[in-house]
């Protein structure tokens, strides 16, 4: 009569995530496509180990579009410096390896992909902490870092 409860849970989730998207910062936003990349290679790896050949297409095809329109797009390469610019790299080799996944369907490239997704997931959520804390209480060292490229809060674009 009014929609299914999934329905209700579904729209529930979906304002859930664009709130905390509003009130994510750069950092936080980082992390949480790193979240959506992970999860869309577990499907895709899920999917594949099934033989479902277009969901896992769709799958991949989400990873790629977060790797490459979330968090390759979201580099700041003007002010990152060589990290960024490594960052760039990185991104497109694991884009390119996904492509190659889903052409051959061959799981061990998806989990070779989960695995530096994860790792610098890891990376970004251990400086979280430095990022929130320089953004707080700005100082002399902090302004420095800002303007030569190693302050981690400067590799992507706000």
Same mark, same amino acid.
């Given at each position: 009569?009014?929609?299914?409860?999934?329905?209700?849970?579904?729209?529930?989730?979906?304002?859930?995530?664009?709130? #905390?998207?509003?009130? $994510? &910062?750069?950092?936080?936003? =980082?992390?949480?496509?790193?979240?959506?990349? %992970?999860? !869309? +290679?577990?499907?895709?790896?899920?999917?594949?180990?099934?033989?479902?050949?277009?969901?896992?297409?769709?799958?991949?095809?989400?990873?790629?579009?977060?790797?490459? #329109?979330?968090?390759? $797009? &979201?580099?700041?390469?003007? =002010?990152?410096?060589?990290?960024?610019?490594? %960052?760039? !790299? +990185?991104?497109?080799?694991?884009?390119?390896?996904?492509?190659?996944?889903?052409?051959?369907?061959?799981?061990?490239?998806?989990?070779?992909?989960?695995?530096?997704?994860?790792?610098?997931?890891?990376?970004?959520?251990?400086?979280?902490?430095?990022?929130?804390?320089?953004?707080?209480?700005?100082t002399e060292t902090n302004k420095d870092a800002s303007q030569d490229g190693t302050n981690p809060s400067t590799l992507v674009k706000a």
């Amino acid at each position: 009569m009014f929609g299914s409860p999934q329905s209700g849970a579904n729209a529930y989730a979906k304002v859930e995530l664009e709130t #905390g998207v509003i009130a $994510a &910062s750069p950092h936080r936003l =980082v992390v949480m496509l790193f979240d959506g990349a %992970l999860i !869309a +290679l577990s499907t895709a790896l899920q999917l594949m180990k099934e033989g479902n050949i277009p969901g896992k297409g769709q799958a991949i095809s989400k990873a790629i579009m977060i790797i490459d #329109g979330g968090l390759r $797009a &979201s580099l700041n390469k003007e =002010v990152g410096g060589d990290i960024a610019t490594n %960052l760039d !790299a +990185l991104y497109g080799y694991m884009s390119n390896r996904l492509l190659i996944a889903n052409l051959k369907n061959q799981p061990e490239i998806l989990e070779e992909v989960h695995l530096l997704l994860s790792d610098l997931k890891s990376a970004w959520e251990a400086i979280g902490s430095l990022v929130d804390k320089s953004a707080t209480t700005p100082t002399e060292t902090n302004k420095d870092a800002s303007q030569d490229g190693t302050n981690p809060s400067t590799l992507v674009k706000a």
